[in-house]
């Protein structure tokens, strides 16, 4: 094995230097070496090294070793997370050749989260110890005899099903409370009017600066927790740990597809431009086409990708290999791209008719159980499968859901609204998740929804589920 | 500058281990609280024990607020044109998935339903009941099944029992022995080639031959029947019949994992008692009053002629709603009584859903009469009572012994 890793060694020497020269920045980067059952560990906790315990995380870890035990899906090449210096896994199981292409990919990644907007506020220099410290805290309440695991247990529970109901552009900042009530009382204030010694005053009636949130609020489990008051310290904490592990993902949810398909670009840049033995080289086209074939009827972001960031670069470029060590428009283009998107962003920009067609991109609609193609990349249809992808990808594809009143009814109620676009919620889902939110809360939860094309009110309280139509 | 590489961990934690136990033991927990749903709604009772049965995991899924699947997505294409109206998959809730997860959110199909085959699932189910072993009367053991088991090696045998390792062991040793084979003849010793090369062999000889020997053991094989006696007058509609057959399932499957063989009758009866096949039985249909006795009288014939006690373990089960003339019910508790002693357990289950009407002449009450150690009444009323009255049964088995 020693020998493998100094054979890897050398081969990231040059893979680095190579990232380098085409201009990637990364940060340090630190490779460990695992077998299977270690890697399907990392992937079932989201490659933590440490990670605070819970059941879904063993589930994870028994569907993935299922999969990869019978064949039907083998294990992802490449595990990296963003971290400072980024930590990646290498499977000792896979090919050396294998290997060798997944440190090329790991560069790509590395670079991408390390200049990318969405992960600006991700502190990368702390993941590992942060995960660590959620972890010593929720073991710690698992330990504490007054608490114990089924409690810690049925709050994680809980709040896993709520957690990605957070905000999702971290670079928009969160205003205090003071600030939104100056906000709102600002905007209360008549017009700025030069002639208001001639001009009768008008009627000034100050904003209701009680309401509790004064602005909706995407955070649902902070609010919960600061707005709770007989949630208990733990209670509150694994709250906080919870969402801080969510608002820490949602990045990578915003980025799947130019962040698998940069990290894929420059894998193949990179060991193109390696002068690879024969054998190698073969062997590294066929696993280069195996990550990147088309899933029929699904996306392989890796391949949609890979294919934007390709045209992006020819647009400017004319097609052709990217070439290292030399500034030029293309890789200007590329490199700002990858710093200001994100995947819905990306795809409204960069998707174009024609690549549409060569993606042979198709729209899919549920018609009597079957999925049937509603639109294909012609001349007439090409926007509306790209307006529907766009809804389909990074956080596009998780409701908004924004509390509006936290004392609906003056009932304190819970009043949640969804921010109905045309898509109607998942109602066994949204029921469970009610269900959650009501233990948090304490008390009844109402989300305002659209139903069968109707406005609907969805009730979670100590009886039960139940819904009313409006109107 | 190059990056670490830190090598393979000698050792290592297996981290996941108590998420995965935990994981187990809530999937095995949700099974559990659905058997009744799950006996109670499948046609499991006459299926084989390999048969794989599909079991709703309700409280192990992981919810998230989400879009609902009438939400349309977009695929790419696999190199062949796709036109409008083409079918590219089905859609979730449907019985089988022929799709990825839409794109962007690839969260992956969540499985709600696992699959346990029905010994399994049995399995699960007995095994928290803490029983202990039934009462196994001496005599009602045969000696039945002889079986032939293995035993050692001998130099006869027949053809089909040659044990071609032992034998080329044999001819090896013998080799050596000649000095034709050892550690300073191996480099010398030529290999035969396909030219026939070869240098001196040694043939096999009769000395060599070894076959595997076996014996016949003598296997003690233990009888049981499972009586199924049913009310199947007009009275009994679908929805007792079903619930009576769930009973019965388990009291087949309870009887069937502690004998080694296990015979079933299904008596039906309304004013008179037949013996019919398990089809009919619950599919009959009949109009008229009810005789129990008439189902009684005829278990204890069948086991007059064909189950003596001395040899069978005997386990009768009668469902009933509990409508019987009145006239007949005296003789009833006296043939029940007979039943009981000659069955090791013998039950019976009024079977009255909510709802419906109240009959006057409930069996149930009549039946308090019967003090027998080895008798018990269960009364149910809906499909999630059957696992707590079968408790209650064999419970009562279990306070007696």
């Given at each position: ?61 028994e569907r993935t070793k299922t999969m990869y035990d019978y064949g039907v899906s083998g294990l992802p090449y490449e595990m990296v997370i963003n971290s400072n210096p980024a930590l990646a896994y290498l499977m000792a199981d896979n090919s050396f050749c294998l290997n060798v292409l997944t440190i090329a990919h790991v560069y790509g990644h590395n670079d991408f989260f390390k200049n990318n907007f969405t992960f600006e506020s991700t502190r990368a220099e702390y993941t590992v110890a942060r995960f660590k410290t959620h972890a010593d805290r929720v073991r710690s309440y ?276 969804h921010a109905f676009e045309g898509r109607e919620l998942n109602l066994e889902h949204a029921e469970k998740c009610l269900m959650y939110a009501q233990r948090l809360w304490g008390r009844e939860v109402v989300l305002e929804t659209v139903l069968a094309g109707k406005a609907t009110q969805l009730m979670y309280n100590d009886d039960g589920f139940s819904t009313k139509r409006q109107g | 500058m190059g990056a670490v590489f830190r090598p393979k961990r000698e050792e290592s934690a297996d981290r996941s281990a108590g998420d995965r136990q935990r994981h187990r033991e809530k ?374 012994s």
């Amino acid at each position: 094995m020693t020998e493998t890793i100094d054979n890897l060694r050398a081969w990231d020497e040059r893979i680095s230097e190579a990232a380098k020269a085409y201009g990637l920045d990364c940060f340090p980067q630190e490779f460990e070496v695992c077998d299977h059952n270690e890697m399907i560990g990392y992937m079932a906790y989201s490659g933590m090294p440490s990670h605070y315990p819970h059941w879904s995380y063993g589930k994870a870890f028994e569907r993935t070793k299922t999969m990869y035990d019978y064949g039907v899906s083998g294990l992802p090449y490449e595990m990296v997370i963003n971290s400072n210096p980024a930590l990646a896994y290498l499977m000792a199981d896979n090919s050396f050749c294998l290997n060798v292409l997944t440190i090329a990919h790991v560069y790509g990644h590395n670079d991408f989260f390390k200049n990318n907007f969405t992960f600006e506020s991700t502190r990368a220099e702390y993941t590992v110890a942060r995960f660590k410290t959620h972890a010593d805290r929720v073991r710690s309440y698992i330990e504490d005899p007054s608490i114990g695991a089924l409690k810690v247990e049925a709050l994680l529970d809980a709040a896993h099903a709520l957690s990605l109901q957070c905000r999702r552009n971290l670079s928009i900042k969160k205003l205090s409370r003071e600030e939104q009530k100056t906000l709102r009382f600002e905007a209360s204030l008549p017009p700025k009017d030069p002639y208001r010694k001639i001009h009768r005053q008008p009627d000034h009636t100050p904003p209701d600066l009680r309401k509790v949130p004064l602005e909706p609020d995407e955070d649902l489990l902070l609010f919960i927790r600061d707005h709770n008051p007989y949630l208990e310290d733990w209670q509150q904490d694994l709250l906080t740990i919870v969402h801080d592990e969510a608002q820490y993902f949602i990045p990578q949810i915003e980025t799947k597809i130019m962040n698998e398909g940069w990290a894929s670009y420059w894998h193949y840049q990179i060991m193109k431009n390696l002068d690879l033995p024969e054998d190698l080289r073969l062997e590294f086209i066929v696993h280069h086409n195996q990550v990147l074939r088309p899933h029929p009827g699904g996306l392989n972001p890796y391949h949609v990708g890979f294919r934007i960031w390709q045209s992006i670069y020819e647009t400017e470029e004319g097609p052709g290999p990217c070439e290292p060590a030399k500034p030029t428009a293309g890789k200007e283009a590329l490199f700002r791209v990858r710093e200001v998107d994100r995947d819905q962003s990306f795809v409204r920009r960069f998707l174009t008719k024609a690549l549409a067609r060569d993606l042979g991109l198709f729209e899919f609609t549920p018609r009597r159980g079957e999925y049937v193609v509603s639109e294909v990349a012609d001349e007439d249809g090409w926007e509306t499968i790209k307006d529907t992808l766009i809804q389909n990808v990074g956080t596009a594809a998780i409701p908004v859901l924004k509390i509006e009143d936290a004392d609906h009814r003056g009932e304190r109620a819970l009043l949640i609204r969804h921010a109905f676009e045309g898509r109607e919620l998942n109602l066994e889902h949204a029921e469970k998740c009610l269900m959650y939110a009501q233990r948090l809360w304490g008390r009844e939860v109402v989300l305002e929804t659209v139903l069968a094309g109707k406005a609907t009110q969805l009730m979670y309280n100590d009886d039960g589920f139940s819904t009313k139509r409006q109107g | 500058m190059g990056a670490v590489f830190r090598p393979k961990r000698e050792e290592s934690a297996d981290r996941s281990a108590g998420d995965r136990q935990r994981h187990r033991e809530k999937v095995r927990s949700s099974i559990l609280d659905n058997i009744a749903d799950i006996i109670a709604e499948e046609s499991i009772i006459g299926r084989s024990g390999d048969d794989i049965i599909k079991v709703p995991i309700r409280g192990i899924k992981e919810y998230r607020f989400t879009y609902g699947d009438n939400a349309p997505g977009v695929g790419e294409g696999a190199g062949e044109e796709v036109k409008k109206g083409d079918v590219v998959g089905k859609a979730p809730g449907q019985k089988g998935k022929g799709r990825a997860g839409q794109a962007g959110q690839e969260a992956g199909v969540d499985y709600y339903e696992t699959d346990v085959t029905l010994s399994e699932l049995i399995d699960m189910m007995f095994e928290d009941l803490d029983l202990p072993d039934l009462e196994r009367k001496d005599l009602r053991a045969i000696e039945s099944l002889r079986r032939t088991k293995r035993k050692g090696y001998r130099k006869v045998g027949i053809r089909v029992r040659l044990d071609k390792k032992r034998t080329v062991l044999a001819k090896m040793k013998r080799e050596r022995s000649k000095g034709m084979r050892g550690p300073g003849v191996r480099h010398t010793h030529p290999v035969p080639t396909a030219a026939g090369a070869a240098g001196p062999r040694l043939p096999f000889s009769q000395h060599d031959l070894r076959y595997k020997h076996r014996t016949m053991t003598v296997h003690e094989e233990s009888n049981a029947v499972v009586l199924c006696i049913m009310d199947t007058s007009g009275s009994m509609d679908t929805v007792k019949k079903y619930l009576a057959r769930s009973f019965f399932f388990l009291l087949y499957q309870f009887v069937r994992r502690r004998y080694e063989s296990v015979e079933v009758v299904f008596i039906a009866h309304d004013i008179e008692a037949t013996e019919v096949d398990e089809n009919r039985f619950f599919a009959k249909g009949e109009a008229g009053g009810t005789f129990v006795s008439s189902g009684y009288s005829k278990a204890l014939e069948i086991i007059a002629d064909r189950y003596h006690p001395e040899l069978w373990n005997i386990y009768a089960f009668h469902c009933s709603d509990g409508d019987n003339f009145g006239s007949d019910t005296p003789t009833a508790i006296k043939a029940a009584r007979e039943l009981c002693s000659l069955a090791n357990l013998f039950g019976y289950g009024e079977i009255k859903p909510r709802g419906a009407g109240f009959y006057g002449s409930s069996l149930i009450d009549a039946f308090k009469k019967i003090d027998a150690p080895n008798f018990q009444t269960v009364l149910i009323e809906r499909k999630e009572d059957i696992w707590p009255s079968f408790k209650a049964f064999l419970g009562h088995e279990r306070n007696r012994s």
